[in-house]
């Protein structure tokens, strides 16, 4: 029986071809910007063949994993305010299984206390409009998103100065869901928290 890879060798093999095609050690030379041979002589296409290569590659990855049932999900660890949050979360270019999205389900709640806990006196916002606009909001409007939601994650940006966590709320593929190519399966919301009278950056 051959040996099956474990989803922190996936992340490695994954890395180590991304570099390589952005490199242009890998190419898919078949692809073209338009497919109109006298437009595309004036276009370049080597960025477009590295892209559709590793894109390609990591279809291959997530059909193995499926396959073999590789999980995609990591542990995260994120301390805020003297608390800390170890938290399960879906490599960003791995997929999720069936099992890792109860698991993410699963630690969804302890996800939203911790948050509860270290955003209170902070001002919140909603981002919009692909993450370039932010609307503020309050914790009702964040209690109803949870709950139309299935799954949540953390990030935060900290400096001496500044402070925003992060928190996504989203349904379907993780992968998916950080974009809006993956609606209406996968989605996500964003909400922001920061010290009053700060703005988010993330």
Same mark, same amino acid.
């Given at each position: 029986?051959?040996?099956?890879?474990?989803?922190e060798?996936?992340?490695?093999?994954?890395?180590?071809?991304?570099q390589?095609?952005?490199?242009?050690?890998?190419?898919?030379?078949?692809?073209?910007a338009?497919?109109?041979?006298?437009?595309?002589?004036f276009?370049r296409t080597?960025?477009?063949?590295?892209f559709?290569?590793?894109?390609?590659?990591?279809?291959?990855?997530?059909?193995?994993?499926?396959?073999?049932?590789?999980?995609?999900l990591i542990?995260?660890?994120?301390k805020?305010?003297?608390?800390?949050?170890?938290?399960p979360?879906?490599?960003?270019?791995?997929?999720?299984?069936t099992?890792d999205?109860?698991?993410?389900?699963?630690? @969804?709640?302890?996800?939203?206390?911790?948050w509860d806990e270290?955003?209170?006196?902070?001002?919140?916002?909603?981002?919009?409009?692909n993450?370039?606009?932010?609307?503020?909001?309050v914790?009702?409007?964040?209690?109803?998103?949870?709950?139309?939601?299935?799954?949540?994650?953390?990030? @935060?940006?900290?400096?001496s100065?500044?402070?925003?966590?992060?928190?996504?709320?989203g349904?379907?593929?993780?992968g998916?869901?950080?974009?809006k190519?993956?609606?209406?399966?996968?989605?996500s919301?964003?909400?922001?928290?920061?010290?009053?009278?700060?703005?988010?950056?993330g």
């Open positions: 029986m051959s040996k099956v890879y474990t989803t060798e996936l992340i490695q093999v994954l890395a180590a071809e991304r390589a095609c952005l490199k242009g050690e890998r190419l898919k030379l078949e692809m073209t338009s497919g109109n041979p006298l437009i595309d002589q276009i080597d960025g477009l063949q590295k559709t290569a590793y894109q390609d590659f990591k279809a291959a990855i997530h059909n193995y994993q499926q396959e073999n049932h590789v999980s995609g542990w995260h660890e994120v805020v305010k003297g608390r800390t949050l170890r938290y979360n879906i490599d960003s270019e791995l997929i999720a299984l099992s999205l109860e698991i993410l389900k699963a630690a @969804k709640n302890s996800i939203l206390e911790f270290v955003t209170r006196e902070m001002d919140l916002y909603l981002s919009f409009n993450s370039k606009q932010h609307q503020q909001i914790i009702p409007d964040v209690k109803r998103i949870a709950q139309r939601t299935e799954w949540a994650s953390l990030w @935060k940006w900290e400096n100065n500044f402070l925003e966590i992060i928190l996504q709320l349904w379907g593929q993780p998916e869901a950080h974009y190519r993956g609606r209406p399966h996968s989605g919301e964003y909400i922001h928290a920061v010290n009053p009278g700060n703005h988010p950056i």
